[in-house]
Nanobody
Framework: QVQLVESGGGLVQPGGSLRLSCAAS????????MGWYRQAPGKQRELVAT???????NYADSVKGRFTISRDNAKNTVFLQSNSLNYEDTAVYYC?????????????WGQGTQVTVSS
């Protein structure tokens, strides 16, 4: 099992910034990617950004140029620097770890952290 502890969410004004963190512990082997997803009220969970073990990144079009994902491999922690936030970024943000076990991808999820963009 993988345990994920998220932090850094909160209330921010439009144009503001937040930095989310997610620390992984437990069976943290065979990790392929770490990343962030989000779910707004009434909408499906969607990918925000992922980062591979080599540092390769993938972003949703809606956050490109505004969000930056990074990771500290030594601390098994992934970060999401979110700048120029707008109302559409309001959502619960979930940390994700994807592992490859016996040829099958296994996802682990954090409990979620609320990000609210409001004036």
């Amino acid at each position: 099992q993988v345990q994920l502890v998220e932090s850094g969410g909160g209330l921010v004004q439009p144009g503001g910034s937040l930095r989310l963190s997610c620390a992984a512990s437990g069976s943290i082997f065979s990790i392929v990617t770490m990343g962030w997803y989000r779910q707004a009220p009434g909408k499906q969970r969607e990918l925000v950004a992922t980062i591979g073990v080599s540092g390769s990144t993938n972003y949703a079009d809606s956050v490109k140029g505004r969000f930056t994902i990074s990771r500290d491999n030594a601390k098994n922690t992934v970060f999401l620097q979110s700048n120029s936030l707008n109302y559409e970024d309001t959502a619960v943000y979930y940390c994700n770890v994807r592992r490859l076990l016996a040829g099958v991808f296994r996802d682990s999820w954090g409990q979620g952290t609320q990000v609210t963009v409001s004036s």
